[in-house]
């Protein structure tokens, strides 16, 4: 009878070998070509051409490496984006900077990946987590450009919330019209940005008086 080596915690990329990192690497590539729904640690042995002791010392059990493979892209996507987020110019200008790099860093996550994220709670639980550190730097940034007059005092935390929003149906390709990709990220931001830019200060004013009088008007 085979005995397998005990299970253990996901390896960091630290403390894999350069062999376990190729067998890590090449499965975030299957991962994103192919999704993951179907993924066993025997298929995954067979498919790389390991033993079976070799993929479990990847990680304990299916569910964690799969965790793993997740935890490692979106912190690839995370670093892909933290440099939009830090670059020159307006709050404007990096959060459209910020949209299409998100795309640049999507664009090898296959429809059928990002699905297989959608429909597993393990793979949610990252994708969330990671959702709400997107959304809380992006309301820093909408923060930053009303500070600083570039965009009219908005709440924040709620346009953080929008963008989050329509990013997730965007990654999940649903409901975007025919637009897919980076002509879907790039849309979305010049909507926001064009919505909430600050106008000249006659255009603010004429904004809300026609806002009060629909206001009178609907009393």
């Known amino acids: 009878m085979t005995h397998l080596t005990p299970p253990v915690a996901a390896r960091g990329a630290a403390a894999r070998t350069p062999r376990q990192q190729q067998l890590f690497d090449e499965l975030l590539g299957i991962f994103l070509r192919e999704g993951f729904r179907g993924f066993t640690m025997d298929g995954a042995a067979a498919r790389l051409h390991c033993s079976k002791a070799t993929i479990y010392a990847l990680a304990g059990s299916r569910d964690e490496l799969v965790r793993a493979v997740l935890v490692a892209f979106f912190k690839q996507v995370s670093r892909g984006t933290e440099e939009a987020l830090r670059g020159p110019g307006g709050a404007g200008q990096r959060l459209s900077a910020y949209l299409e790099a998100m795309a640049e860093q999507l664009r090898p996550a296959s429809a059928r990946f990002l699905q297989d994220v959608a429909g597993s709670p393990v793979a949610s639980e990252v994708y969330e987590r990671n959702t709400r550190i997107a959304s809380a730097k992006l309301a820093g940034l909408v923060a930053e ?39 879907a990220y790039r849309e979305l931001g010049l909507l926001i940005v064009g919505g909430i830019r600050a106008g000249r200060p006659e255009e603010s004013r004429a904004q809300g008086n026609r806002a009060q009088g629909n206001r009178t008007g609907e009393s």
Do not use: H, Y
């Open 145 to 183: 450009g009303v500070a600083g007059g570039e965009f009219r005092p908005v709440p924040t935390g709620f346009i953080a919330e929008v963008i989050s929003s329509a990013m997730d149906r965007i990654q999940q390709r649903t409901g975007l019209g025919g637009v897919e990709g980076p002509g």
